[in-house]
């Protein structure tokens, strides 16, 4: 069974940040790409940021550029987000997801085309 657990959500205030952390198992963490996409109550699952296998490319959510920085640590099969000057429209449950790599050929902006999913994890921004 291939696990996605994320940890790191929570109630922060507008202007605050967070550090959310994605660690995975029963998979070769270095042959995924690692992607964030988030759901707002109502709303449809959106792209927030993800990072190649290598670690090399990443991509951001426009609404996300330069407030937020996605990295990994494969040696620790884990994934980060660190998020900073966080919004109240910021306020979702953040998703944690895996994409391998031959699945190369589907934009890593694309929900689709990635195989595992965590549970999610709340954060709330309050204005």
């Known amino acids: 069974q291939v696990q996605l657990l994320e940890s790191g959500g929570g109630l922060v205030q507008a202007g605050g940040s967070l550090r959310l952390s994605c660690a995975a198992s029963?998979?070769?963490?270095?042959?995924?790409?690692m992607g964030w996409f988030r759901q707002a109550l109502g709303k449809e699952r959106e792209f927030v940021a993800a990072?190649?296998?290598?670690?090399?490319?990443?991509y951001y959510a426009d609404s996300m550029k330069g407030r937020s920085t996605i990295s990994r640590d494969n040696a620790e099969n884990t994934v980060y987000l660190q998020m900073v000057s966080l919004k109240p429209e910021d306020t979702a449950v953040y998703y944690c997801?895996?994409?391998?790599?031959?699945?190369?050929?589907?934009?890593?902006?694309?929900?689709?085309?990635?195989?595992?999913w965590g549970q999610g994890t709340q954060v709330t921004v309050s204005s």
């Open positions: 997801a895996a994409k391998h790599f031959t699945s190369y050929y589907i934009d890593s902006r694309q929900a689709r085309g990635y195989n595992y």
């Open positions: 029963e998979l070769t963490f270095s042959g995924y790409t």
């Open positions: 990072i190649s296998w290598s670690g090399g490319v990443t």
